[in-house]
């Protein structure tokens, strides 16, 4: 039997770890998902299990290739950001994997940021709004301060995607994707390490920074297998859509966060920008890419629990609910669009619908309402500079009639457009490392496309 030449990718999240395949024509052809129950760390907050994932990652690479249906030519990783894993001399992890929710010290924060210019003019060179534990490079600035002793024994500072491939290549790097990602080491005006990364001793415990596209060749038994250095997944998921498409379109990935990204938008980042939770990530290529985050498939997951108690009926006849024009303009006796087109609104998410309409249908579509008035401010954040004319969205929401129709209705001059990359994340990673393991051309078609008209207007 022939084995299929194929990439394996590692997608590790923070509630599913993926093993993916895709052909040389980046069609998938394997998918298994494994969840790793947390543990906690020395204050008893929960975090992830870094032993358990690490063997994971050993004996699923050891599965896969000894699957007589697959020829593994090469493998790459993309995983969440915002979290180091440390090393010591004998390079095995010392300190937990610290979850990037958990709580920092405001003393050491307010130390920080007296130091080294103040929070707007920090935060304006580094792109990074003051995020505590998820602006990663505070993580090992607070190692340092309250265990002096562990932090004089760590080698090597690794990024998690950087981590999972040197578990395979026994060789660390550092990668641009996760540098930049609010992770305050990052001057973005001089696009290198900033001051306080040498001032405080840590780059001398950042490996080298190996370009995100390189790979590292192992050999396993008689095979030379090509390994790449991960990729940070907000970065790897925006790769498909690089490679498709040339005119400058802004990227809405919906999820728990929906994060909009305009790669065509390098311009600096601004008070204002900074103060509504804008940032900027970096391409695998390095470039920079504005990008703005709202907390609303947080806010629909709870809130639709909340419904759907409520009226007592199960969550997905909620979340399959149909947009209707008419229920969406004649909510509270006013026409919804037009309240949601009014420029410069701030609006908060309401606390709880259930109990203010007769019809589920009613009580779900203001909630959808509240979430694209919020997501409408959020995304024009970053649709300054270069004009661009279309909005991908994808992810969870991508699926949401209503929420994609109201989208259409508060974005008029734009053309919306769901998009369908299976395993966004993951087929970034793959194609990333493209030239070192697949000759057949990256295909045109790997994104579908469903066009929304404003329906607001029919």
């Known amino acids: 039997m022939t ?102 010290p405001e003393n050491l924060k307010r130390k920080f940021y007296d130091q080294y210019g103040g929070e707007p003019e920090f935060s304006k060179k580094t792109a990074s709004p003051v995020l505590g534990s998820l602006n990663s490079g505070m993580q090992l600035y607070r190692i340092k301060y309250e265990m002096p002793e562990v932090f004089s024994r760590i080698k090597f500072a690794l990024h998690l995607p950087q981590y999972l491939s040197s578990i395979l290549t026994k060789r660390f790097y550092s990668e641009i994707t996760s540098i930049g990602c609010h992770t305050n080491l990052w001057d973005f005006t001089i696009q290198a390490y900033h001051d306080w990364v040498i001032n405080e001793g840590l780059k001398e415990k950042l490996p080298p920074i190996l370009k995100s596209n390189a790979c590292v060749n192992i050999q396993h038994k008689d095979k030379t297998i090509c390994i790449g250095v991960g990729l940070h997944d907000s970065s790897s998921a925006l790769i498909p859509y690089l490679i498709n498409f040339q005119e400058p379109f802004v990227l809405l990935s919906t999820g728990t966060w929906c994060i909009s990204l305009n790669p065509f938008n390098n311009s600096t980042l601004n008070k204002h920008e900074l103060g509504k939770d804008c940032l900027c990530y970096l391409t695998y290529q390095g470039s920079p890419v504005k990008a703005s985050r709202l907390f609303a498939g947080y806010e629909h997951d709870q809130q639709t629990k909340i419904l759907a108690e409520y009226y007592n009926i199960p969550i997905e006849q909620l979340t399959t609910t149909e947009y209707n024009k008419s229920i969406a303009r004649g909510i509270n006796g006013v026409s919804s669009i037009e309240r949601l087109k009014r420029k410069n609104r701030t609006y908060a998410f309401s606390k709880n619908h259930s109990g203010e309409f007769d019809e589920r249908e009613e009580a779900y579509h203001q909630l959808m309402i509240d979430i694209v008035t919020k997501q409408m401010i959020s995304t024009k954040l970053v649709l300054r500079g270069k ?59 790997l994104i579908q496309l469903k066009f929304y008209p404003n329906a607001a207007r029919s």
């Open 387 to 445: 004009p661009v004319n279309k909005i991908f969205i994808d992810g969870g929401f991508s699926r949401n009639s209503i929420y994609m129709n109201l989208m259409a209705a508060v974005f008029p001059s734009f053309e919306i457009y769901s998009s369908s990359v299976p395993q966004a994340s993951a087929l970034g990673a793959a194609i990333a490392i493209h030239k070192h393991w697949n000759k057949t051309p990256i295909p045109a078609n």
């Open 3 to 104: 084995k299929q030449s194929v990439i394996l990718i590692f997608d590790v999240g923070k509630t599913n770890k993926k093993i993916l395949l895709f052909d040389d024509h980046y069609r998938l052809v394997f998918e298994d998902y494994i969840g790793l129950q947390e543990i906690t760390d020395e204050d008893g907050f929960p975090c992830e299990d870094i032993d358990a994932l690490t063997d994971w990652i050993r004996t699923s690479f050891e599965r896969m290739l000894a699957d007589e249906r697959f020829d593994i030519r090469a493998v790459n990783f993309s995983a969440y950001g915002a979290s180091f894993v440390y090393l010591d001399e004998n390079e095995v992890p010392i300190l937990p994997l610290y979850n990037y929710l958990k709580p920092y």
